[in-house]
C-alpha cells in the first residue's frame, strides 16, 4: 500500500503521460482510472486519525472506454457508505460521456476503549478499567467508544474480558436508583420545592421516569431519576 504522498506523486506523472498520449490512443487507459481512483481514496477526509486502508477490485482488461481528455470525475457511489465493501462511480464527461462502477474495500482504524482486565456484571467503566488501542473499526456494527466519548457513568452488561471491546452490546448507563431502595423525592410546585422520602419500585438510570411509593402519604407517584437516590417529581 503507497502513502499518500507516493499516490499524489505517481498520479501526476502518470496522468500527464496518459494525456500526452490521448490524442493517439484509442482507448482510456485502464492504469490511469486505477490511479485516479487510488489517489480519490487516499485524499479522502475519512473520520478516523489513522490513514484508511483499501484495495480496489481489478478492472476487466476487455474494457473498451473511449479516451478521457480530461480528469476523471471519480466519487462514492454512496455518500452514505465509506468503509467496508463499497464501491467507486467513475465517470468521464470530456470528450466522450462514460461512467463505470469500481468496487473496493476500504477499512479504517481508531484508538478504541477496550477493558484493561475482566469486568464483572455491574461493575462501574472508570480510567482504570479501560484502555485504548488501535483497532479496525470497519465492521464494528454495535459501536465502540472513542477517546472523546464519554464513559461517565456506565457499566458492564455482562461479564466481560480482559481487552473485550467496549460497545452498546455489553455496557449500559450506569443505575442510579435501583428497586427497593430508598430514595430522596424532590417535589416541584408552582416553583417551589419539597422534600419527602420515597421507596423506589423500579430500577433507573439517569434521566429514566420511575415508580416510587411516598413513605409519608403512601402514594405512588412517578418522577425522573436527576441523581443517584433522587427522583424529580412536578406537579
Known amino acids: ?18 494525456f500526452s498520449g490521448l490524442v493517439k490512443a484509442d482507448r482510456q487507459s485502464l492504469s490511469s482510472i486505477s490511479l485516479q481512483a487510488e489517489s480519490f481514496l487516499a485524499n479522502y477526509r475519512y473520520e478516523s486519525p489513522y490513514e484508511a486502508r483499501f484495495e480496489l477490485s481489478q478492472l476487466d482488461s476487455r474494457l473498451n472506454l473511449k479516451p478521457c ?7 462514492f457511489t454512496r455518500i452514505q457508505k465509506v468503509t467496508g465493501n463499497t464501491s467507486l462511480t467513475i465517470r468521464c464527461h470530456s470528450p466522450v460521456s462514460w461512467q463505470l462502477h469500481l468496487p473496493v474495500r476500504i477499512d479504517l482504524y481508531d484508538d478504541i476503549a477496550v477493558t484493561r482486565a475482566p469486568l464483572t456484571k455491574g461493575q462501574s467503566i472508570d480510567t482504570h478499567s479501560i484502555h485504548y488501542r488501535k483497532k479496525k473499526i470497519t465492521d ?9 466519548d464519554s464513559l461517565k457513568r456506565l457499566q458492564a452488561k455482562r461479564n466481560l474480558s480482559t481487552n473485550s471491546i467496549l460497545n452498546t452490546a455489553n455496557v449500559a448507563p450506569k443505575l442510579l436508583v435501583t428497586s427497593g431502595q430508598r430514595v430522596t423525592i424532590i417535589l416541584k410546585i408552582n416553583g417551589l420545592q419539597i422534600k419527602s422520602t420515597g421507596l423506589a419500585l423500579q430500577s433507573a438510570s439517569l434521566g429514566q421516569l420511575i415508580k416510587v411509593r411516598n413513605t409519608q402519604s403512601n402514594k405512588i407517584i412517578e418522577g425522573t431519576v436527576s441523581s443517584e437516590g433522587q427522583v424529580n417529581v412536578t406537579l
Do not use: N, P
Not at 500500500?1 to 503521460?17: D, E, G
Open 1 to 18: 500500500m503507497y502513502k499518500k504522498q507516493a499516490y499524489i506523486a505517481l498520479f501526476v506523472i502518470l496522468l500527464s503521460l496518459t
Open 69 to 75: 481528455t480530461q480528469s476523471l470525475d471519480v466519487k
Open 140 to 148: 464494528l456494527h454495535q459501536g465502540y467508544f472513542r477517546k472523546s
